[in-house]
């Protein structure tokens, strides 16, 4: 896809290119990873709704001068389960992944049963999920076993 047209962002020097984001979900993606803008110090770039051979349409997200660990990165694959990542170093494509779901996340999403251990004000503990299902996505609460669903996760993160 080194075409022109492609071309809407430059091509970045340092960070991390999400590729192939279902369209709409760039924002979705960011939220996943912590970034809300709020924080300065590094780069987004995001590109929405762009022509893709494999998808029809897609988002892109692109990071400059943030750390993001392959874990982190891998947690996009909840609400993007087709997105690529590209790790740029000088200008190139040093590394190249699909994300996958991991078996278990541990302390990213909040339980959405309020009675849950883990929401207890005096007993703060990381939550832990557990991954039944990956299509359609199905997570259990370790504690309490409450399912969680990909509308669950979306309305987390403030986007359903
Ligand atoms: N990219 C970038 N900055 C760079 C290098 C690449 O922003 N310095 C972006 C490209 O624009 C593209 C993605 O990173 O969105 C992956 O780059 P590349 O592997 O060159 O593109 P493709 O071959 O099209 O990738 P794929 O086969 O994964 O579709
Ligand atoms: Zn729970």
Do not use: W
């Amino acid at each position: 896809m080194s075409s022109k047209r492609e071309l809407i962002i430059s091509k970045i020097r340092d960070g991390v290119v999400i590729d192939h984001i279902p369209a709409g979900r760039a924002l979705l993606v960011l939220r996943l990873l912590g970034i809300s803008g709020r924080e300065g110090g590094f780069r987004v770039a995001l590109v929405m709704n762009v022509e893709s051979r494999k998808l029809g349409i897609k988002d892109i997200v692109k990071i400059e001068g943030r750390e993001l660990t392959k874990d982190e990165l891998n947690l996009v694959a909840l609400v993007a389960p087709t997105a690529t990542v590209n790790i740029i170093r000088d200008y190139e494509v040093i590394s190249k992944f699909k994300v996958a779901i991991p078996d278990v996340i541990e302390g990213l999403l909040k339980c959405k049963n309020p009675r849950c251990i883990t929401n207890q004000q005096r007993e703060p503990i990381r939550s832990r999920f557990r991954v039944l299902s990956r299509e359609p996505l199905k997570l259990v609460c370790d504690y309490c076993g409450t399912i969680h669903e990909l509308n669950d996760i979306e309305k987390y993160f403030g986007l359903a």
